[in-house]
């Protein structure tokens, strides 16, 4: 079973920046030393920083920190402010001229509720100092402007956000914090659709619409991101995989997932100081993390103006207005 409490690896903190006037934010992970990290990107729409570093074929084996972020492309720039907290703190990799932070990011498109402005790098600086061991959930950080269920328009659409799911293998904590933001519709456990396209008072799925004919030019700009976070003893190649394997549990939680206008990115932070945890059973429990994450994204988000949660749709509460 997947905690109800989320705990994450000794040594992580995360810090949100929040601005419900442009509706848009983002979200930091600020590891511990010497973790080793990876990832996996899938879909037509991605928005990435420094995704190269962290493929098992670069050399250097981790990062200093991660930047989860709204604002799409826009938003990549954000990440500056990361590499100046980092630096400011003498936090980097050694090179001749001096300590040089790594920070790979990732954006979600979410120009659409509010005022079209993305985070900029002082928005990161400021997530950074507010960093800390626990993790806030819900319309927060990288998750205050998202939204679920794309294809009948804005009208249709349920409020996506921030969540975070963990499971403990032995010693080893392995947990991940999502930011949903799908093309389509996020699906609980049960096969159920928990967040996605409304209609005539209930949910749509995505693949009935689209064989009903309802086609149209489909919205580019949707985005599942997720970071597994734990502190098995991973190589790099090993982060990889279990990054690779986290990405089905994307599938799970997302219908349809890493379309032509997703952008998903499944990340892989690892500390290595629960050495017992064995790679293979971080990688299958990963996906049920990951999945578990995505699902509590929108069980935690809140109404925006103009969008409502899934708490409000199952209750019958309207948005708020403004």
């Not at 934010?25 to 879909?43: F, H, K, M, N, Y």
């Not at 939204?147 to 804005?154: A, E, I, N, Q, S």
């Not at 629960?274 to 999945?291: H, I, Q, R, W, Y």
Request: with cysteine; proline share 8%.
């Amino acid at each position: 079973m997947i905690a109800p409490t989320v705990e994450l690896p000794d040594g992580f903190r995360v810090g949100h920046h929040t601005d419900r006037e442009r509706w848009t934010g983002c979200t930091v992970i600020l590891p511990p030393p010497d973790t080793v990290a990876s990832c996996e990107v899938r879909g037509g729409g991605p928005g990435t920083r420094e995704s190269d570093l962290l493929s098992p074929a670069a050399t250097t084996p981790g990062v200093h920190g991660l930047l989860l972020t709204g604002g799409s492309a826009f938003g990549l720039s954000a990440a500056a402010g990361v590499v100046r907290w980092l630096a400011e703190r003498q936090i980097g990799s050694e090179t001749p001229a001096g300590l040089v932070p790594l920070v790979p990011a990732a954006v979600v498109y979410d120009l659409y509720l509010g005022r079209p402005e993305p985070p900029g790098a002082d928005d990161a600086y400021a997530a950074c100092d507010a960093a800390a061991p626990g993790v806030e959930r819900g319309t927060v950080g990288a998750g205050t402007g998202c939204t679920v269920g794309k294809l009948l328009g804005p009208d249709a659409w349920t409020k996506g956000g921030v969540g975070a799911a963990s499971r403990r293998l032995g010693d080893a904590v392995i947990a991940a914090i999502a930011v949903a933001n799908p093309f389509g519709e996020v699906v609980a456990a049960d096969g159920s659709v928990a967040a996605g396209a409304w209609r005539d008072g209930g949910y749509e799925r995505t693949s009935d619409l689209l064989a009903e004919g309802i086609a149209g030019p489909p919205p580019r700009e949707s985005t599942t991101l997720v970071a597994v976070l734990t502190d098995a003893a991973l190589t790099k190649t090993q982060a990889w995989l279990v990054a690779r394997a986290a990405s089905g549990g994307v599938s799970r939680a997302v219908q349809p997932s890493a379309t032509a206008v997703d952008g998903d990115v499944v990340y892989v932070m690892a500390t290595r100081r629960a050495p017992g945890a064995e790679a293979f059973a971080v990688s299958a429990l990963a996906a049920d993390v990951a999945a578990a994450a995505i699902r509590d994204a929108v069980a935690q988000a809140t109404d925006a103006p103009g969008c409502p949660s899934a708490l409000s749709r199952a209750g019958g509460a309207p948005p708020p207005s403004g």
